[in-house]
């Protein structure tokens, strides 16, 4: 079946460094979503990368999709204390109908 | 917020026994999910449903079973509770009738299973 690997597992930071998140996919996907959990929380929606090579930005948060689709990033610059959480990327491969296939997330710490 | 209501929000209970959680949506949404969540796996679909009646198993079927009797509803049980299935569980929802793939999450049950 399909898998969605994710790395780092855990990432310390200074406040203020950048901080970057991978995510790769054993198959070709129709479209990659990313998440953010606050520790106690729920995962919250981030957004969705639906084409090839598509970047977008939110704010200090930019977010690539591959070429080939099947991989992706979500970078962070100048990190805050607000950033604190685990980033899920989560992936949908062809009439999946909602069936994301998540990695295991990346744990980011922000040391003030 | 996407009106998702799960319960309980916390459970202890022991090895063998069923338990049943409930998600309760209110806004008509067609898509439900289970998911549980374990340190270092992310989080894993259990099952799924899309629509009244209409559900599918996720990629970690075995011990549960759900049910949707009515839109609002989708119920996972554990027939009989082992200590694997000890964990945290997230309700989700699709949104609209067409499913765009965006998730909203419940805010989760936490289950012990001694």
């Known amino acids: 079946g399909q898998q969605v690997m994710q790395i780092p597992q855990y990432q310390h930071v200074q406040e203020g460094e950048d901080f970057t998140t991978y995510c790769n996919s054993s198959t070709t996907l129709s479209n990659i979503q990313w998440y953010k959990q606050r520790p106690g929380g729920h995962p919250v929606f981030l957004i969705q990368?639906?084409?090839?090579?598509e970047v977008k930005k939110q704010k200090r948060l930019t977010f690539q999709f591959g070429e080939a689709k099947k991989n992706s990033s979500l970078h962070i610059t100048a990190t805050q204390t607000t950033d604190v959480g685990t980033y899920f990327c989560?992936?949908?491969?062809?009439?999946?109908?909602?069936?994301?296939?998540f990695g295991q997330g990346t744990i980011l710490t922000v040391h003030p | 917020d996407a009106g998702i209501t799960q319960s309980p929000r916390h459970k202890v209970t022991e090895t063998g026994t069923p338990v049943t959680l409930r998600c309760h949506q209110t806004e008509n949404h067609r898509y439900m999910y289970w998911y549980r969540q374990d340190p270092g796996h992310g989080l894993r679909l259990i099952h799924y449903s899309y629509g009244v009646k209409d559900t599918d198993k996720g990629e970690v079927s075995d011990g549960y079973s759900v049910s949707r009797s009515k839109t609002e509803d989708f119920l996972l049980t554990l027939e009989s509770a082992t200590s694997s299935q000890t964990s945290v569980y997230f309700c989700a929802i699709s949104a609209g009738l067409i499913n765009t793939g965006e998730l909203f999450f419940g805010e989760g049950s936490r289950l012990t299973v001694l």
């Open positions: 990368l639906v084409k090839s090579g």
């Open positions: 989560a992936g949908q491969g062809g009439t999946s109908y909602g069936k994301l296939t």
